[in-house]
């Protein structure tokens, strides 16, 4: 676990709020033109690096091509992102070519930060990276075949193997997806496939009945790993999109010991229900200090901006324990 002396984004709960996650009054922290070229942020991963933070950023540019973006921050909520895309190199292979990159996830695993993706290749899989500095990037083998979504790995190794959670897919706008995690000794040839859970029946729990996808990177506590994922309910006005929670096994991550009934969020604020997709809340990546019990979500609303909400860690895994389905 690397060390990180930067202070963790934060914000008390509003007064007479009973949220067990709530927004920051800032929000949105990065808007959609905030390089030269951007037509919407959104969607994007930080991770604690040296004295501050950075991250990967998806950046759609204003002929709507997708791509991923480094960026740095001092507090975590003031962002300077590059103005270019992130040039890959070569890592365990050489077909580094994609026709698209979106939603990415960052994770720090051992002695250097992995990067996954949606990738485009034919359809949309799931890319593999790495950098040590932010400024270098090597690209790696794609995971899966197509298509498949929302990769995201977990920050330790099970049974000294690389474990993966993904959404597998279709071509276009999935009208379906459950999560299932996959194993790697090398990060390069993927197996053991394994269903994590499925969305809801819709009379259980409507908000996650259609899809379901990992979130940001699991928290490790314990009780387990906690995951924020996204749910998903075809309305009559198309797609809403909230965030819930999962306590997952930790010797066993494809066992899911509690799992929200209630979401923790859902599309409210004008930021969260007006954009280029209205209705969406979509967690891509979280800091947390274990010893503040302090959680902090950053998230991407109505595919436009990228917002930021906050929970205290305790509260959160209470209440999922508490509402399990």
């Known amino acids: 676990m690397l060390k990180n002396t930067a202070t ?3 914000q008390e709960r509003p007064e007479n709020s009973s949220d067990v996650v709530w927004r920051y009054s800032g929000n949105p922290i990065i808007k959609r033109d905030a390089i030269p070229s951007s037509n919407s942020i959104f969607n994007s991963a930080v991770v604690p690096f040296k004295d501050g933070y950075a991250g990967v950023f998806r950046c ?4 709507v091509q997708m791509n991923i973006f480094a960026g740095f921050s001092t507090d975590g909520l003031h962002w300077n992102i590059d103005h270019d895309p992130i040039d ?3 890592g365990n292979t050489d077909m580094i070519h994609s026709d698209y990159k979106y939603d990415p996830r960052v994770t720090f695993i051992e002695d250097r930060y992995w990067i996954t993706w949606c990738n485009g290749y034919h359809g949309p899989t799931i890319g593999i990276g790495y950098t040590f ?7 790696c083998e794609n995971a899966f075949l197509p ?6 790995l977990l920050p330790e190794k099970i049974d000294g193997r690389y474990a993966m959670l993904s959404r597998p897919s279709d071509n276009g706008h999935t009208p379906f997806g459950d999560i299932y995690i996959s194993y790697s000794p090398d990060m390069k040839y993927w197996g053991e496939h394994r269903c994590v859970m499925k969305a809801t029946p ?5 908000w996650q009945c259609t899809k379901i996808g990992a979130g940001s990177v699991p928290i ?3 009780e387990g790993w906690l995951m924020f994922y996204h749910g998903v309910i075809n309305t009559c006005n198309g797609f809403r999109y909230a965030m819930g929670a999962a306590i997952l096994d930790k010797e066993q991550p494809d066992k899911v010991k509690y799992r929200t009934q209630p979401y923790l969020m859902t599309p409210e604020t004008p930021y969260e229900c007006v954009g280029d997709v209205p209705n969406v809340i979509f967690p891509c990546a979280s800091l947390h200090s ?3 019990d302090k959680v902090a979500i950053y998230y991407g609303a109505a595919d436009t901006v990228t917002g930021i909400a906050f929970g205290r860690i305790s509260e959160i895994v209470k209440f999922t324990m508490e509402n399990s389905l």
Not at 60 to 63: R, W
Not at 147 to 152: D, E, H, K, Q
């Open 8 to 10: 963790l984004p934060w």
């Open 60 to 63: 759609d540019n204003k002929a």
């Open 88 to 90: 890959f190199q070569a």
């Open 133 to 139: 500095d932010f400024k270098e990037f090597f690209q």
């Open 147 to 152: 298509f498949n979504r929302n990769g995201v």
């Open 202 to 206: 819709f009379e259980d729990s409507a």
């Open 220 to 222: 490790a506590i314990n």
């Open 290 to 292: 274990m010893e503040e």
